[in-house]
């Protein structure tokens, strides 16, 4: 059974700090990973997916990279804003038939302060 | 256009009820999702929609929880005789098919009192 973790749970740093968000998985015959935004009393928001086959994607200030071989991937956030504080949840779906059904970790809480 | 949208966005129950959760999709995706994040969680997979077929329900707890999607869009999810443990946030999402990315609405917070 694949099982996600992430690491840290919560993070807290000043404006303008560059900062990343670790992700592990354990079962390494995946389909893909995303990276998703949680913003309180609202839906997921996807920040950026990742297919198996790819290293890395870039959107804006944010970069993600997969090692999927090690099971890890992470979030990078460059020159952190207040208004990326949320949580970030980071998904992964198996290769296998049912790539569709998405396995979620715990997520970061992450808080930039002004 | 629109997102996915869910109602009602809060339902206070209490335990042995019936209630119902509505999602109305995105336009002209056939593939629909219900998650349930319980507090300090992640969200896991309940079911998973084709058109109007339920081809994944692997993920629902037990037989009081329901989902049906009679016309291939709105999809209605099911509880019955609820207990202190379904309180969670349930969320909505679709896809135009299973390998797209998903969508996600603002869910549905249930409190079963």
């Known amino acids: 059974k694949q099982e996600v973790t992430q690491i840290p749970a919560a993070l807290s740093v000043p404006e303008g700090e560059n900062l990343v968000l670790n992700c592990s998985f354990t079962?390494?015959?995946?389909?893909?990973l995303q990276w998703f935004r949680q913003d309180p009393g609202k839906g997921l928001t996807s920040l950026l997916l990742?297919?198996?086959?790819?290293r890395e994607q870039t959107s804006g200030r944010l970069n993600a990279s997969l090692d999927k071989s090690s099971g890890r991937s992470t979030l990078y956030i460059a020159a952190s804003q207040p208004g990326d504080s949320a949580t970030y949840l980071c998904?992964?779906?198996?290769?296998?038939?049912?790539?569709?059904?998405?396995?979620f970790g715990k997520g970061t809480l992450l808080t930039v302060n002004p | 256009g629109a997102g996915v949208s869910q109602t009602p966005s809060n339902k206070v129950t209490e335990k042995g009820k019936y209630v119902e959760l509505r999602c109305d999709p995105i336009?002209?995706?056939?593939?629909l999702y219900w998650y349930r994040q319980s507090l300090g969680q992640g969200p896991e997979f309940l079911i998973y929609?084709?058109?109007?077929?339920?081809?994944?329900d692997s993920g629902l707890p037990n037989d009081r929880f329901f989902a049906v999607r009679p016309e291939g869009s709105v999809s209605t999810l099911k509880i019955q005789r609820t207990e202190r443990g379904d309180s969670a946030v349930y969320l909505c999402?679709?896809?135009?098919?299973?390998?797209?990315?998903?969508?996600f609405g603002p869910g549905t917070r249930l409190t079963v009192l």
């Open positions: 079962d390494s015959a995946i389909y893909n």
């Open positions: 999402a679709s896809s135009f098919g299973p390998e797209d990315t998903q969508y």
């Open positions: 929609f084709q058109g109007t077929g339920a081809a994944d």
């Open positions: 998904a992964v779906s198996n290769s296998g038939g049912s790539n569709y059904k998405l396995t």
């Open positions: 336009s002209g995706h056939t593939a």
């Open positions: 990742i297919q198996s086959s790819q």
